[in-house]
């Protein structure tokens, strides 16, 4: 079945770096990703779409210059914590449409980010 | 949360029992899909429902859908503890112009044995 894959799994970066986070559509071309954040004990929130070739849509309340999501082909999508804190530590999953049947949602495994 | 509540927020069974989870949402929607989530670990899809759809089964799953109210169940039967997990709904649906896949706040479901 269709796989996204996400790279790294897990990265612990120093506090004012940047970190970078891949999402990648394996078998598949995915006209939209999606990017979330996930605390310990909480929910998904979703952080922003990216559709190919466009500006990624920012939910309110996320701060677009420190997230910066480029989604440069149909089966790539890349999320940027810039200068990062540790309040940036968190899970973040990343998941693609593809144009099948239905539109089916795809999930990639996740990236755990440890800001020190 | 951004789309919905889930209730109860936490829920603990006996093996063998049957687990039951609400979910509500605030916008009209193409489907709502289940997922679960086993702790730190990503999701796994378990059953989507169309809005034209009231009841689905799979396997010991039965997820029914009640638009009018912009609510939805997840009933697991004869519970085992390996279904110990968090569970959440997402509806796929537009928001503010958009077409997403939005999360309810999740049920973490543990199962004794």
């Known amino acids: 079945g269709a796989v996204v894959s996400q790279h790294p799994s897990r990265v612990i970066c120093k506090s004012g770096t940047s970190v970078k986070i891949e999402c990648r559509s394996l078998?598949?071309?995915?006209?939209?990703m999606f990017w979330y954040r996930q605390f310990p004990k909480q929910s998904l929130m979703l952080m922003a779409t990216?559709?190919?070739?466009?500006?990624?849509?920012?939910e309110q309340g996320v701060e677009k210059d420190k997230f910066l999501i480029n989604h440069a082909s149909l089966t790539l999508s890349t999320l940027t914590v810039t200068s990062a804190h540790p309040e940036d530590s968190s899970f973040y999953i990343c998941?693609?449409?593809?144009?099948?049947?239905?539109?089916?949602?795809?999930f990639g495994e996740g990236s755990w980010l440890t800001v020190v | 949360s951004q789309q919905g509540e889930e209730d109860p927020q936490a829920l603990s069974i006996q093996e063998g029992e049957n687990a039951t989870m609400n979910c509500s949402y605030k916008?009209?929607?193409?489907?709502l899909q289940w997922y679960r989530q086993n702790s730190g670990r990503g999701l796994v899809h378990l059953i989507l429902?169309?809005?034209?759809?009231r009841e689905k089964h799979s396997g010991r799953l039965r997820v029914t859908l009640d638009t009018s109210k912009k609510s939805s169940s997840l009933l697991i039967t004869a519970s085992r503890a390996a279904d110990t997990a968090s569970y959440f709904c997402?509806?796929?649906?537009?928001?503010?112009?958009?077409?997403?896949?939005?999360f309810g706040q999740g049920t973490r479901l543990t199962i004794n044995p």
């Open positions: 990216s559709n190919e070739g466009s500006k990624a849509t920012y």
């Open positions: 078998d598949f071309q995915a006209t939209t």
């Open positions: 998941s693609a449409r593809g144009g099948g049947p239905g539109n089916t949602i795809y």
């Open positions: 429902i169309r809005s034209n759809e």
């Open positions: 997402a509806t796929d649906g537009t928001l503010r112009g958009a077409q997403k896949l939005v």
């Open positions: 916008t009209s929607i193409n489907n």
